[in-house]
């Protein structure tokens, strides 16, 4: 299966989780009047429907669905028909109460919430096979129905489950991974405080420990946890699949989530769709959001995704809920549509009355359609058929950087030299210097072909098998650079550290090894001496040994002091720099330049709070520009800008806080 598949609609998609049992029938059909209005052609229903599609069990009531459907083809709006595998109804617990999940200290959950279904339970496999099999036999030739939606954001609320059917399942995965107890012990290294097994039987899965369980183990575990989640969609996706021809999807959380290798979740299904919600603590939300966005186009191999979800203005589970300002949903889904977003929906069409999600913006906000927020997404749906044509461009970019779960999962455990070094800070503080420089960027993972890229940035790659070393070292002996973050290829797949040392096997790429972490106190900074200048850092500082590198920056004080700290190596046709300390991505801005230098990657001549995406098409390419800052930017460009229809002759004007989708001349280079 491979993720290029796209539904049957014209142009780019617009719409929403459309939720119209919440609401009187009447409503329904002023919801497709506005829907109209607004220029929505898809809605996401069903998805928390399953009490109502199947009041108790084997009786079902489609007659509701079948009207919904109906209302909304005649309208001319296409639906994205959710299976409501996320929240089985009452009765099911109460005749299965097995098939709820036990948490990590031995609680069993209740209903009255969502996603609390055992992944591992026959009862729920059983229930959502089934389910599914209804869904598409009723559905499969409905003409409304243009996709399907598996599920809900696998991997939330819950993902582990420590219940004896989990942990039944996570022996015969073991066994299969295994085969043999030698060679899980080995894997393990289960010689280290005595957990060696001699019986399949005894090997527990890792709950409640007195101290720190096997890290082998907890990441073992988190594979297994992501299989179990991708069996559950394969069951529901082949049982939609024996009566409907439709592509399937499920809705991926990208950068936000931590469950679900999406490398691998990407394989399974026919395109790509991804949540994203902007983090309210976060003053520069946006870049996460980018970042979000690259990641997702990459895991689609670069084909066209859908953005299934994001919110017109607040959500409501965060800790302060921050409305967003006029033009920011806009600047939001410019973003996502600029890094290859050829659907934008949100979490939801209208507002709740009631339930846990009340206060969560929508399409339709408590105050109706006279109100900033519905003119808002008039504008929106007008502009998103203004840019019809960018439907199926794609983005093109010059530099990797390197994502793995594994990678994630195994950094982020307990007991690591510094709580403060930390997977996802990392991504985002390099991700956020080569957004601030206008660099466009896909992710990889470390095993990928990486000979396309001029430059491949690895922020957090603790976990480096041997045989990704060899591909990153490869990558730099055929010509490219490298940048590679201090705490990288540390372990094997096992959670083992290399023999050889720390940094082994990047250690021809890029001529150091480390002897020793020397991290920092908490709250305490230190400074590097690069060229001349003083960046600062915090966090982490290390004794490097050069091993054929030059040492570009040094540590001017703290436990490194006199130590290399920046180094660059020339190995092969290529280079390999690294960075042995944190550098925040103001920090790095004082790195940068040599490196690009030595990739050939240009950075942009434009103002900083100015992004600019560029999707190729067949024809022409098509420049998204969105403005974060206050101020008017400027834009050296010639085209048609679509939104407005300006021609644009030389310079794009764009005041602060605006966007801009202009159709220009290629620039030359492939189709993506
Ligand atoms: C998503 C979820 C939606 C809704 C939304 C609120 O994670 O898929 O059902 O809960 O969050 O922001």
């Known amino acids: ?62 007659a509701w669905m079948d009207d919904l459907l109906d209302l909304l083809h005649a309208h001319g709006i296409s639906a994205d028909l959710g299976t409501p595998s996320v929240s089985p109804p009452a009765w099911f617990f109460d005749a299965y109460p097995d098939a709820r999940v036990t948490t990590k200290d031995g609680t069993v959950m209740g209903f009255g919430s969502r996603g609390m279904a055992s992944h591992a339970s026959p009862e729920y496999r059983a229930a959502i096979e089934r389910m599914a099999g209804e869904l598409a036999q009723r559905y499969g030739s409905h003409p409304a129905v243009v996709l399907w939606h598996v599920h809900n954001e696998y991997g939330v609320p819950v993902a582990e489950d420590f219940g004896p059917r989990a942990v039944a399942s996570w022996h015969r995965w073991l066994q299969e991974r295994y085969s043999t107890l030698e060679g899980l012990n080995s894997a393990w290294g289960t010689a280290f405080w005595g957990q060696r097994y001699d019986d399949w039987e005894h090997v527990v899965a890792p709950a409640a420990t007195p ?18 989640l991708r069996e559950c969609f394969r069951i529901e996706r082949d049982a939609i699949r024996a009566h409907a021809t439709q592509p399937i999807t499920t809705n991926f959380m990208a950068h936000q989530s931590w469950n679900t290798d999406l490398w691998k979740w990407a394989q399974e299904v026919d395109v790509v769709a991804d949540d994203h919600y902007l983090w309210s603590p976060d003053e520069d939300a946006h870049i996460g959001l980018a970042l979000s966005a690259d990641l997702t186009r990459s895991v689609a191999g670069g084909a066209p995704w859908m953005l299934l979800e994001h919110s017109t203005s607040a959500v409501n589970w965060q ?5 967003k300002r006029p033009g920011e949903m806009r600047r939001n889904a410019l973003t996502h549509l600029g890094r290859g977003a050829d659907a934008i929906m949100f979490f939801q069409w209208r507002a709740s009355r009631s339930g846990a999600e009340k206060f969560h913006s929508a399409m339709v906000p408590h105050a109706g359609t006279d109100s900033r927020v519905f003119r808002e997404v008039v504008e929106l749906g007008a502009h998103l058929k203004d840019a019809a044509e960018v439907q199926g461009s794609r983005v093109h970019a010059d530099v990797a950087v390197l994502y793995d779960w594994e990678s994630l ?42 000979s396309r890229y001029r430059l491949v940035v690895a922020p957090a790659s603790y976990l480096l098998t041997a045989s990704a070393g060899r591909n990153l070292t490869r990558y730099v002996e055929n010509g490219g650079t490298l940048l590679v973050s201090a705490f990288s290829g540390i372990v094997d797949e096992h959670d083992a550290v290399h023999e050889g040392g720390f940094g082994a096997p990047l250690k021809d790429a890029l001529g150091v090894t480390v002897e020793e972490f020397l991290p920092l106190r908490e709250g305490e900074s230190c400074t590097v001496d690069l060229d001349g200048t003083a960046l600062p850092a915090d966090v982490w500082s290390e ?120 159709r220009t001349a290629r620039q030359g280079g492939g189709h993506g």
């Open 1 to 62: 299966m491979t993720a290029d598949a796209w539904p049957a609609l014209d142009g780019l998609v617009y719409g929403g989780d459309y939720n119209p049992e919440q609401w009187p029938r009447e409503v329904w059909d002023e919801d497709v009047r506005l829907m109209r209005e607004a220029g929505v052609n898809l809605v996401s229903v069903g998805i928390f429907s399953w009490a109502m599609l199947e009041p108790k069990e084997g009786l079902y009531d489609f």
């Open 211 to 228: 101290t720190i369980a096997n890290p082998a183990m907890r990441l073992d575990w988190a594979r297994f946890t992501d299989d179990q």
């Open 409 to 450: 999962w195994a950094q982020d455990l307990e007991w690591r030299p510094s709580d403060d070094l930390q997977f996802r800070e990392r991504m985002r503080a390099y991700y956020e210097r080569l957004w601030r420089d206008g660099v466009t960027v896909d992710f990889a993972h470390p095993e990928h072909d990486l």
């Open 543 to 662: 004794h490097m040994r050069l091993a054929g590198a030059d040492a570009r920056g040094t540590f001017r004080d703290g436990p490194a002091a006199g130590m290399p700290a920046i180094t660059r190596h020339s190995h092969g046709a290529g280079h390999g720099w690294y960075v042995g300390t944190r550098l925040s991505a103001a920090a790095l801005a004082g790195v940068m330049p040599a490196i690009y230098a030595d990739a050939g990657v240009e950075t942009a001549a434009q103002a900083e709070d100015l992004e600019v995406v560029i999707r190729r098409g067949d024809a022409h390419d098509f420049v998204i520009a969105v403005n974060h800052g206050a101020a008017d930017a400027e834009l050296e460009i010639s085209g048609t800008d679509l939104l407005t229809g300006a021609a644009i002759d030389g310079t794009l004007e764009l005041v602060g806080g605006g966007v801009a989708v202009v």
């Open 319 to 323: 800790g302060r809920n921050i409305a």
